[in-house]
């Protein structure tokens, strides 16, 4: 069924069709409006069925994992019609994909076994951290222990040794600078565990 006609049809009882238009134009489907679904990428059909779900102007959007598999210029766009969309109505967005909450979000809400521990702006949730973010140089053979020993958010091999983002509130090693956090340093902060650990949900 044609994108187009996906649309027409839940307007065709007398609503402005005008609509059908803008969202069109708005989610930038217009190459694809006469395109079988099945024929559209992934990101086309992810407008798609942004389209469809404004089309009624709803209050809130609720959209769960809105970017995941997308490339990252897809995603760009993506992003960039959901903060259009939040203009004009209430989006809650769930997604595991940090960069799109910094991009995206004003409030934020982390959750972890379906309860919510901590909520607030992106700047109000890195303050609340308590630990302190860190970079270190280290030899390979030293990775393993500090990995068991602290929550490392990052891990990159460079000019023959390894650079570590490490979070604790000790210093972990004497040469250790410390580093501005971010979200995703709070992110690992509250749901993170030692060697690798598991991911919650924001």
């Known amino acids: 069924m044609d994108t187009g006609f996906i649309l027409i049809q839940k307007m065709k009882h007398g609503d402005d069709k005008k609509r059908v238009k803008e969202l069109i134009i708005k989610t930038g489907l217009q190459k694809a409006a006469h395109k079988k679904m099945k024929k559209l990428s992934g990101g086309m059909k992810r407008r798609a069925g942004i389209a469809q779900a404004t089309l009624n102007n709803p209050e809130i959007l609720i959209l769960d994992e809105p970017t995941a598999g997308l490339d990252p210029s897809e995603r760009i766009r993506f992003r960039n019609l ?12 769930s997604t595991h ?19 919510i521990v901590h909520r ?3 700047e109000g949730l890195v303050q609340s951290m308590k630990a302190n973010v860190w970079k270190c140089y280290v030899e390979k053979a030293e990775v393993p222990v500090l990995m068991k020993k602290y929550k490392v958010s990052n891990l990159k ?46």
Do not use: C, H, W
């Open 82 to 93: 959901i903060s259009e969309l939040a203009e004009e109505r209430f989006v809650l967005l």
């Open 97 to 115: 994909i940090v960069s799109d909450i910094e991009y995206i979000a004003s409030k934020i809400l982390l959750m972890k076994d379906g309860s």
């Open 120 to 122: 607030g702006t992106a």
């Open 157 to 202: 091999t460079e000019n023959g040794g390894v650079q570590l983002r490490i979070i604790s509130e000790e210093k972990p090693l004497p040469d250790a600078l410390q580093e501005e956090a971010v979200l995703e340093d709070v992110f690992l902060y509250y749901f993170g565990e030692k060697a690798g650990g598991s991911n919650d949900e924001i």
